[in-house]
């Protein structure tokens, strides 16, 4: 599948029997930091057909320290497989939150070896917007076998994150907004950016209007610095928001990404690691 389709498509295709439409949203309030799953807000009305995806509870490993964490391979088999992902599906990802937990999803999917999934280009607000189909009904899919396939180095860890800094190869893109990137907010304790890091907030990569991906032509001067560079990791604050920079890149045919895991919420909390303030 290409990596995004349109509400278009998705409509058309609702009832095919290989596919597998998943709600992927987790509700964050800015201004407690508050995480909640997002199953009432699914529960309340989805697109038909549509399965909810915990990005929480489920497909993330527990950890006392980090809301979301990459998960084992087995306890991602066994919580996509329940929801009816497996050989010879196809996944549709969406969210209602400008699309970063859809990308999540796809990356999280990606890395594990799965390819046929796509996230819906503009998400719950575009097909709310146009008028599209909505229910309230219980939906779910048999659950199925899912063999996971791990590939090395599209989801790395702290160690390969300071190995980077200053690797003439390798490009740094921060997700995060201006003001955190520069320091001016601090959401994950240390203020600042990683050095070396260029800034595309992921909420950019998005017209303001229709929550769609803007053209590639818009992507593509966004990302020019990253797009010259063989290897190129994203970060943010917990992996989420670099999911979307990460899917930016791979439109753009990037194909040596990697996703910071841990991002500011592992970095700052270690004060030997090196963060910088400014637009340096």
Not at 118 to 135: K, Q, Y
Not at 180 to 207: I, K, Q, S, T
């Amino acid at each position: 599948m290409e990596p995004l389709v349109s509400t278009a498509w998705l409509e058309d295709h609702l009832g095919d029997g290989e596919l597998r439409i998943l709600d992927a949203t987790v509700d964050v309030d800015v201004t407690t930091g508050q995480i909640e799953s997002g199953r009432r807000r699914w529960e309340s009305g989805h697109i038909p057909g549509s399965a909810f995806a915990d990005l929480l509870v489920d497909l993330s490993e527990p950890d006392d320290r980090f809301a979301f964490t990459m998960p084992s391979a087995n306890r991602f088999a066994a919580a996509i497989g329940g929801l009816g992902v497996g050989d010879g599906t196809r996944v549709v990802i969406y969210d209602a939150r400008e699309s970063m937990w859809a990308a999540r999803l796809w990356w999280l999917l990606r890395t594990y070896g799965f390819d046929e999934a796509a996230v819906l280009d503009g998400g719950w607000i575009a097909w709310v917007g146009e008028g599209r189909p909505v229910t309230t009904d219980p939906s779910a899919y048999a659950a199925t076998t899912f063999t996971p396939r791990p590939r090395l180095g599209l989801m790395v860890g702290k160690d390969v994150m300071s190995r980077a800094i200053g690797d003439a190869h390798t490009c740094i893109v921060d997700a995060l907004g201006p003001r955190e990137y520069r320091g001016e907010l601090a959401f994950y304790g240390r203020p600042g950016h990683l050095p070396g890091a260029m800034n595309v907030p992921a909420r950019r990569l998005l017209d303001r209007d229709t929550q769609c991906f803007r053209s590639l032509a818009e992507l593509r001067e966004m990302f020019r610095p990253a797009l010259a560079a063989e290897h190129v990791i994203t970060y943010c604050g917990g992996g989420v928001a670099a999911a979307s920079d990460a899917l930016a890149l791979h439109l753009l045919g990037h194909r040596d990404v990697a996703v910071y895991d841990g991002s500011m919420a592992e970095w700052a909390a270690d004060p030997s690691l090196p963060l910088v303030v400014g637009d340096e």
